[in-house]
């Protein structure tokens, strides 16, 4: 048996925006080759039977590794994270604070993702029905509610999800946080100033800013106030 190559060839499928921005963003801080390849959700492109079969379940991230697919965000982020530990993306396996980094990342995957997908596709979790889509709706507002509520306590006065630095779980932070200023809300969410100073710490990194700007170019998508970027300026900087 041949040992595998390293690093792998690296393929991440995502849609611009979508929770896949958290993948992006760790691959583009490993330092690692990779290819991005764009399936665009808003115009259909994860239903398209080349990705479907490639990956069954037709949703972003997928990452595709020497041929191989895996999904799910937290998969993809503790296996770019591993690919390389001298980046520090993730404490080290075995440790308190390697499973404080899955407690994050299981909150936003389970808690946090879960209720915005109520909030955005009602249809989801209560089918077509008027009666169904207004009940789960508002259920998933107070669920994200609550959920703002944790990620608030549990920051508490650190810059970052983990402590002093910055790890694959402060970027999967992001992509929640501006989905939190989506105008498909149709309820006031409560103020978050941890979470957005947070959010405006992972911002100001330069590869963050690289993809959000690769992003948008498949689907030029808004950003909150004070997260202005230029592609003019992302281009000369890159
Ligand atoms: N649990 C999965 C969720 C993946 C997921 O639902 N992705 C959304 C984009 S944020 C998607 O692909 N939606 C398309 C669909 O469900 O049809 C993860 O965390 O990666």
New binding site residues.
């Given amino acids: 048996m041949t040992a595998p190559s390293f690093p792998p060839r690296l393929t991440l499928y995502y849609?611009p925006k979508?929770?896949?921005l958290a993948?992006h963003i760790a691959l583009e801080e490993s330092g690692l080759p990779y290819v991005a390849a764009a399936v665009n959700?808003r115009a259909q492109e994860?239903?398209r039977p080349e990705y479907l079969k490639l990956n069954p379940?037709?949703?972003?991230?997928a990452l595709g590794i020497d041929g191989q697919i895996l999904?799910?965000?937290?998969a993809?982020l503790t296996y770019v994270a591993d690919l390389v530990p001298e980046c520090n993306l993730l404490p080290r396996t075995g440790t308190l604070a390697r499973a404080r980094a899955h407690q994050w990342m299981n909150l936003i995957?389970s808690g946090v993702?879960v209720a915005f997908?109520g909030i955005f596709r009602p249809q989801?979790y209560g089918g077509e029905s008027r009666e169904g889509i207004a009940s789960v709706s508002d259920q998933s507002h107070q669920n994200l509610t609550k959920a703002i509520q944790t990620i608030e306590e549990r920051l508490g006065e650190h810059p970052y999800a983990l402590g002093e630095n910055f790890s694959v779980v402060d970027g999967y932070l992001l992509v929640f946080y501006l989905w939190s200023h989506d105008e498909r809300l149709q309820q006031k969410l409560p103020e978050r100033p941890r979470w957005r100073a947070l959010a405006e710490r992972v911002w100001s990194r330069e590869s963050v800013r690289k993809v959000v700007a690769r992003e948008r170019e498949v689907r030029a998508y808004d950003l909150p106030a004070g997260f202005a970027l230029t592609m003019d300026a992302v281009r000369t900087a890159a």
Avoid at 57 to 61: A, D, L, N
Wanted: charged letters at 15%; hydrophobic letters at 20%; proline letters at 5%.
């Fill in positions: 849609s979508a929770c896949s993948s959700i994860h239903r379940s037709g949703t972003v991230p999904t799910e965000s937290q993809i995957s993702h997908r989801t």
